[in-house]
T-cell receptor
Framework: DGGITQSPKYLFRKEGQNVTLSCEQN?????MYWYRQDPGQGLRLIYY???????QKGDIAEGYSVSREKKESFPLTVTSAQKNPTAFYLC????????????????FGDGTRLSIL | QKEVEQDPGPLSVPEGAIVSLNCTYS??????FMWYRQYSRKGPELLMY????GNKEDGRFTAQVDKSSKYISLFIRDSQPSDSATYLC???????????FGGGTRVLVKP
């Protein structure tokens, strides 16, 4: 079945530690996204990528880093600079419409819950 | 002010009732409007999306957009306990190709 796989499901970070969240998709989508979800708040965009080896900052990129070496994979690193990392992290992907106009719906994985030890 | 606003709920209804969910948005550049359903500890699942003002129906779900008042609605007919979830509205604009989400409304359908 095609879909988006995020791992691990739960992750614990110690003070001063960097942790990496995995996101893999087999939908052949060009675009991938990382969101953060806090209780009672909507999803906030961290980073997104529309093509391999290229990515852009979203609204809350500080303290996070990403890479896009393969079309299928878009890992997110939560660095020690992110002082409030406890949240639910969601990865999404979408097609990119030819000509760049019009929306292509985003499809989500089942998230990684990150907590501080 | 957030660009997309939703009442957080919870909204509690008896089984079989109509669930009515609403969002308001402030940015006239938004062109598409989406509704996602999110079960606890799961990722959001796209229910439907619309472009123009008016109604769009899909089974028990009807999405309504009024661009003149910047108001988005989702109606769920004949609600079931399995409809209990958080519903997120989202708006999309071409600049930046990004979605902006509301905070979500939690819905409880009681048997």
């Amino acid at each position: 079945d095609g879909g988006i796989t995020q791992s691990p499901k739960y992750l614990f970070r110690k003070e001063g530690q960097n942790v990496t969240l995995s996101c893999e998709q087999n939908l052949n989508h060009d675009a991938m996204y990382w969101y953060r979800q806090d209780p009672g708040q909507g999803l906030r965009l961290i980073y997104y990528s529309q093509i391999v080896n290229d990515f852009q900052k979203g609204d809350i990129a500080e303290g996070y880093s990403v890479s896009r070496e393969k079309k299928e994979s878009f890992p997110l690193t939560v660095t020690s600079a992110q002082k409030n990392p406890t949240a639910f992290y969601l990865c999404a992907s979408s097609k990119i419409k030819l000509g760049g106009t019009g929306v292509q719906p985003q499809h989500f994985g089942d998230g990684t819950r990150l907590s501080i030890l | 002010q957030k660009e997309v606003e939703q009442d957080p709920g919870p909204l509690s209804v008896p089984e079989g009732a109509i669930v009515s969910l609403n969002c308001t948005y402030s940015n006239s550049a938004f062109q598409y409007f989406m509704w996602y359903r999110q079960y606890s500890r799961k990722g959001p699942e796209l229910l439907m999306y619309t472009y123009s003002s008016g109604n769009k129906e899909d089974g028990r779900f009807t999405a309504q957009v009024d661009k003149s008042s910047k108001y988005i609605s989702l109606f769920i007919r004949d609600s079931q306990p399995s409809d209990s979830a958080t519903y997120l509205c989202a708006s999309w604009k071409a600049a930046g190709n990004k979605l902006t989400f509301g905070g979500g409304t939690r819905v409880l359908v009681k048997p």
